[in-house]
């Protein structure tokens, strides 16, 4: 018994190992100086984790062909080693990649595109199951790149918890010749423009991002469709972008909001705009190849004004978009009526009945402190018309929270009711959220349930021994807390996406 065991004990250890992730090691001291040596050398058969040691690695590395066999390839800091990449990675019919938490930053020396990840030019040789998860992407200062990550040629992607800022020579990000993604959970601020879909594009969902300041003039914030060269379609394709969403995003300031360029069958849903300053929403027929809009849905969205109230495009069919339970409000002008549509241009999809209100309603918390909570008895709340097109996507709020039935109009949905444990419930609000400097979290019992017996300093003074802040990769940062009140300063925190933990309870706040 005695030997059978130790024979078992021993091939568990053998088959454990084999099962244990392998770690390469790039840095100063290691075998290998940057990634291209890793890729060019080194056949991955598992899951295998890529791990940068501190400095910063520049210059331009060129990948062409590799695909992790099984499991994804991690490539990241090693622990909590400050990583900085200036000069561009490009991937080139690769697959199977997962990269985490790594700064890209330009210098003087390496001023362009850090990322371009496509198919080599061949549409028989996509790369595919690629992840770009809490990232960020700042400094780009060379006009001719385009963009800061180009993705042209890629299936089943995802770009989340990712932090794109400073940008102001090019696109944030762009998808061409795409299919099968999702970008989430992002910060995108002072950019030229966030970025743009197309090339035949397919099956892209964007949704829960906040867009700041993020397109200058000509730009839109992002556009959904456009032009693209005949040498770069799929022979397949029938339309230059198709079956996409803009979903439950906050778009804050910029020149232009969304475009709608030759999209077809694609939805612009649950979303904030906030004082957009020359037009909120455009509907262009751009695309050489297939220039009909046909299809899309535009509906529960909060459309605020300020002194620009102006849907832009050119004459458009009945069948190219339909406008619904979208509410248009002024910022500034209490006797608003509403706002200017590019007539007659687009008299054939202008919302019938639409809900306007003046400056005199209040619809938001605190909008210029960048809550656009609902307050309460906003005509938002409830407004809206719950779509199942797409469930994954249009069910949930810019929070992760649920939308109820009837939903409300805008990416917030009201009132949700969050926990302190399993056992007692309290309303819970994060403010101002997203926030530079500090956040607040305001507590008090919940009305209705179970509820919370005991007395609001109670509440607090408990709750204060359970407040955790993580970053997207779950690190913890303990936080100062002043006062009675909840009050937690942010301000040493890098931009990014964050999760509060209270009790049980996991609320997300962006970090500006």
Same mark, same amino acid.
């Given at each position: 018994? %005695?030997?059978?065991?130790?024979?078992?004990?021993?091939?568990?250890?053998?088959?454990?190992?084999?099962?244990?992730?392998?770690?390469?090691?790039?840095?100063?001291?290691?075998?290998?100086?940057?990634?291209?040596?890793?890729?060019?050398?080194?056949?991955?058969?598992?899951?295998?984790?890529? %791990?940068?040691?501190?400095?910063?690695?520049?210059?331009?590395?060129?990948?062409?062909?590799?695909?992790?066999?099984?499991?994804?390839?991690?490539?990241?800091?090693?622990?909590?080693?400050? @990583?900085?990449?200036?000069?561009?990675?490009?991937?080139?019919?690769? *697959?199977?990649?997962?990269?985490?938490?790594?700064?890209?930053?330009?210098?003087?020396?390496?001023?362009?595109?850090?990322?371009? &990840?496509?198919?080599? *030019?061949?549409?028989?040789?996509?790369?595919?199951?690629?992840?770009? =998860?809490?990232?960020?992407?700042?400094?780009?200062?060379?006009?001719?790149?385009?963009?800061? +990550?180009? %993705?042209?040629?890629?299936?089943? %992607?995802? &770009?989340?918890?990712?932090?794109?800022?400073?940008?102001? &020579?090019?696109?944030?990000?762009?998808?061409? @010749?795409?299919?099968?993604?999702?970008?989430?959970?992002? @910060?995108?601020?002072?950019?030229?423009?966030?970025?743009?879909?197309?090339?035949?594009?397919?099956?892209?969902?964007?949704?829960?991002?906040?867009?700041?300041?993020?397109?200058?003039?000509?730009? &839109?914030?992002?556009?959904?469709?456009?032009?693209?060269?005949?040498?770069?379609?799929?022979?397949?394709?029938?339309?230059?972008?198709?079956?996409?969403?803009?979903?439950?995003?906050?778009?804050?300031? /910029?020149?232009?909001?969304?475009?709608?360029?030759?999209?077809?069958?694609?939805?612009?849903?649950?979303?904030?705009?906030?004082?957009?300053?020359?037009?909120?929403?455009?509907?262009?027929?751009?695309?050489?190849?297939?220039?009909?809009?046909? /299809?899309?849905?535009?509906?529960?969205?909060?459309?605020?004004?300020?002194?620009?109230?102006?849907?832009?495009?050119?004459?458009?069919?009945?069948?190219?978009?339909?406008?619904?339970?979208?509410?248009?409000?002024?910022?500034?002008? #209490? =006797?608003?009526?509403?706002?200017?549509?590019?007539?007659?241009?687009?008299?054939? @999809?202008?919302?019938?009945? #639409?809900?306007?209100?003046?400056?005199?309603?209040?619809?938001? +918390?605190?909008?210029?402190?960048?809550?656009?909570?609902?307050?309460?008895?906003?005509?938002?709340?409830? /407004? *809206?018309?719950?779509?199942?097109?797409?469930?994954?996507?249009?069910?949930? =709020?810019?929070?992760?929270?649920?939308?109820?039935? #009837?939903?409300?109009?805008?990416?917030?949905?009201?009132?949700?009711?969050?926990?302190?444990?399993?056992?007692?419930?309290?309303?819970?609000?994060?403010?101002?959220?997203?926030?530079?400097?500090?956040?607040?979290?305001?507590?008090?019992?919940? *009305?209705?349930?179970?509820?919370?017996?005991?007395?609001?300093?109670?509440?607090?003074?408990?709750?204060?021994?359970? +407040?955790?802040?993580?970053?997207?990769?779950?690190?913890?940062?303990?936080?100062?807390?002043?006062?009675?009140?909840?009050?937690?300063?942010?301000?040493?925190?890098?931009? /990014?996406?964050?999760?509060?933990?209270?009790?049980?309870?996991?609320?997300?706040?962006?970090?500006?």
């Amino acid at each position: 018994i %005695f030997l059978k065991t130790f024979w078992f004990i021993l091939i568990m250890i053998f088959f454990n190992l084999n099962l244990l992730n392998s770690a390469v090691h790039i840095g100063t001291g290691y075998n290998y100086k940057n990634i291209g040596q890793v890729f060019n050398d080194v056949t991955f058969t598992k899951q295998d984790t890529i %791990f940068l040691h501190q400095g910063t690695y520049e210059g331009y590395q060129g990948i062409i062909g590799k695909v992790a066999s099984d499991k994804s390839v991690y490539i990241m800091p090693y622990q909590n080693e400050n @990583v900085i990449i200036s000069g561009c990675w490009q991937f080139q019919s690769c *697959g199977n990649i997962q990269f985490k938490n790594l700064i890209f930053k330009a210098n003087e020396k390496n001023t362009g595109r850090f990322i371009n &990840v496509d198919n080599n *030019g061949d549409v028989n040789k996509f790369s595919y199951n690629i992840v770009f =998860d809490s990232c960020s992407f700042s400094g780009v200062t060379d006009k001719n790149s385009i963009c800061a +990550v180009k %993705f042209g040629g890629v299936n089943n %992607f995802k &770009v989340t918890n990712c932090h794109f800022y400073d940008l102001t &020579v090019c696109d944030a990000i762009d998808f061409n @010749v795409c299919n099968y993604g999702v970008m989430h959970n992002n @910060v995108f601020e002072n950019c030229l423009s966030a970025g743009h879909i197309k090339g035949g594009s397919k099956n892209i969902y964007i949704y829960r991002n906040l867009f700041k300041n993020s397109s200058m003039e000509p730009f &839109v914030v992002f556009e959904m469709g456009g032009d693209t060269g005949d040498q770069f379609y799929n022979p397949k394709d029938s339309s230059e972008i198709q079956n996409c969403s803009f979903n439950a995003n906050i778009v804050v300031g /910029g020149y232009r909001g969304v475009a709608l360029s030759s999209a077809r069958w694609c939805d612009v849903a649950n979303n904030t705009f906030y004082n957009c300053g020359q037009m909120t929403l455009r509907l262009l027929g751009t695309s050489h190849k297939f220039p009909e809009l046909k /299809g899309n849905n535009i509906f529960n969205n909060i459309f605020a004004f300020a002194s620009s109230g102006y849907i832009n495009g050119s004459a458009q069919a009945k069948d190219a978009a339909t406008f619904r339970d979208n509410l248009y409000y002024s910022i500034s002008n #209490p =006797d608003y009526k509403g706002p200017y549509w590019d007539t007659p241009a687009l008299d054939n @999809v202008k919302e019938i009945n #639409p809900r306007i209100y003046g400056a005199k309603t209040l619809i938001f +918390v605190n909008p210029s402190n960048n809550d656009f909570h609902l307050c309460e008895n906003s005509p938002a709340i409830g /407004g *809206g018309k719950y779509n199942n097109i797409n469930d994954d996507v249009n069910k949930y =709020d810019f929070y992760g929270n649920q939308f109820k039935s #009837p939903c409300s109009i805008g990416a917030i949905e009201y009132d949700v009711v969050n926990s302190i444990n399993e056992t007692d419930l309290v309303d819970l609000i994060i403010f101002p959220n997203p926030a530079s400097d500090y956040i607040e979290i305001s507590l008090s019992p919940a *009305g209705g349930g179970r509820g919370w017996t005991l007395p609001t300093d109670v509440i607090l003074s408990e709750a204060k021994n359970l +407040v955790k802040i993580y970053n997207a990769l779950g690190i913890e940062y303990t936080p100062p807390l002043e006062g009675m009140g909840l009050k937690i300063d942010v301000s040493n925190l890098t931009p /990014g996406v964050y999760f509060i933990r209270i009790g049980d309870r996991f609320e997300k706040f962006i970090k500006l």
